[in-house]
Every structure is written in structure tokens, then in C-alpha cells.
């Protein structure tokens, strides 16, 4: 069956950076989008961009351009997200989710989710 | 960015009630480019309804989605207890998905 495994929780400081992984299973890791969502305590859901695994092509949301880096190891089906400059609005749950790769659909939905992790930036 | 709104905030009911959730786009959603997701406490959203109406594998059939423009609505037959929760609708009308802000079907 299809799995999105996330990493544990991170706390870091104002201007570190963070990295999260996501390791995929039980399906074709290339054939399908991978994204990052993040969703703040108790706030909606901010999508923040996508990885193609098959070549590793991204796609950032203009708010997060600059901050952040999607990147992928095809040998172990795990993607990774690197957000740089953390500051308090930053603190989320950070969730990958899949989505199939359509190229008729203007866009995409996501059809599985990662269990999320939660980054905490403080001082 | 389209923006979606969704009513009610809060929507209080019993078990065995019909729910009725609204979201509203900004601008049209064309071809009904809309899907819906369930989040229950402390968990991962789960897609519900794609493409406005179509429900995603596993989904029980009291779940259903329907409208199209600017208006669309989830519709749950008949609540179940594990129903209460809170739903998202989201857009892929444009290749920047948005989320509505989530309303929360909570027990009577």
C-alpha cells in the first residue's frame, strides 16, 4: 500500500534552516508529483510547491521562492525540503503529499499524505 | 491566487443528521477543478471528492460532492460518529493549488 513516512520533529532557531524527509513506498516513486503543505497551529492548509521525482524539476509558490529547495534521492524514494531563514511564522506541521502527474489537469490534488512533522522555530 | 471561502465555521449536528458544507471560489473554477478532504484531530487531510463530484477510492457513499462556477458544496448523508472532523475544500483551477480555511462538523 501506498506510504508517505516523514522524519521527527525539529526545533530550531530564528535563521537556521530546516530539512524534512519523506520516504515513499508501495508505488512508482518517479510517476507521481510529490508536494509540500504546511499548515500552521490551527491555521488552513499553504500549499508551498512540488518535486517531479522523474528529474527532479521543481516548482515553488512565489511566497517561499529564494527560501526554499525540494530535491529527491531516487535510490531510496525519499524526497527532502529544505526551508532556509526559519522565522516564528514559520512553526508548522510540514506534510508531503502526492499527486498524480496529468498533464490535461491544470493543476493537482493530493490523493496521499505523509503522517506530517512538526518544525518549531523559537529562541 | 483563488481564494476559496467556506461556510459554515462551525457546523453543530447529531449523528445521523445531514451535513451540508459550502465553498465559495473567488473566481470560477472551471471544469470543476474542486476536491474536498476530511482532517481529523492530529492527523493528515484525507481526499474525500475530486474533480467537484468524484469520490476517491474508499470513500463511503454518503459522501458526495456537487456544484461548479464559483459554488460548490460536500454533502454527508448521514453522520457517522467518526464523520467529525474538519474538512478542507481545495482549488486546482490554476497550477498554485489554495485551500479553503476549513469547516469544522463537531457533535451536537
Keep these: 500500500q501506498v506510504q508517505l513516512v516523514q522524519a521527527g520533529g525539529e526545533v530550531k ?7 524534512v524527509s519523506c520516504k515513499a513506498s508501495g508505488y512508482a516513486f518517479s510517476s507521481f508529483y510529490m508536494h509540500w503543505v504546511r499548515q500552521a497551529p490551527g491555521q488552513g492548509l499553504e500549499w508551498m510547491g512540488l518535486i517531479n521525482p522523474s528529474g527532479g524539476s521543481t516548482l515553488y509558490t512565489q ?22 531563514g526559519l522565522r516564528s511564522e514559520d512553526t508548522a506541521i510540514y506534510y508531503c503529499a502526492r499527486s498524480i502527474i496529468d498533464w490535461s489537469l491544470p493543476g493537482y490534488f493530493f490523493d496521499y499524505w505523509g503522517q506530517g512533522i512538526l518544525v518549531t522555530v523559537s529562541s | 491566487e483563488i481564494v476559496l471561502t467556506q461556510s459554515p465555521g462551525t457546523l453543530s449536528l447529531s449523528p445521523g443528521e445531514r451535513a451540508t458544507l459550502s465553498c465559495r471560489a473567488s473566481q470560477s473554477v472551471t471544469s470543476g477543478y474542486l476536491a474536498w478532504y476530511q482532517q481529523k484531530f492530529g492527523q493528515a487531510p484525507r481526499l474525500l471528492i475530486y474533480g467537484a463530484s468524484r469520490r476517491a477510492t474508499g470513500i463511503p457513499d454518503r ?42 462538523v463537531e457533535i451536537k
Design chain 2, 63 to 104: 459522501f458526495s460532492g456537487s456544484g461548479s462556477g464559483t459554488e460548490f458544496t460536500l454533502t454527508i448523508g448521514r453522520l457517522e460518529p467518526e464523520d467529525f472532523a474538519v474538512y478542507f475544500c481545495q482549488q486546482y483551477r490554476s497550477s498554485s493549488p489554495t485551500f479553503g480555511q476549513g469547516t469544522k
Design chain 1, 63 to 84: 511566497k517561499f521562492q529564494g527560501r526554499v529547495s525540494m530535491t529527491r534521492d531516487t535510490s531510496t524514494s525519499t524526497v527532502y525540503m529544505e526551508l532556509s
Design chain 1, 13 to 19: 532557531k530564528p535563521g537556521a534552516s530546516v530539512r
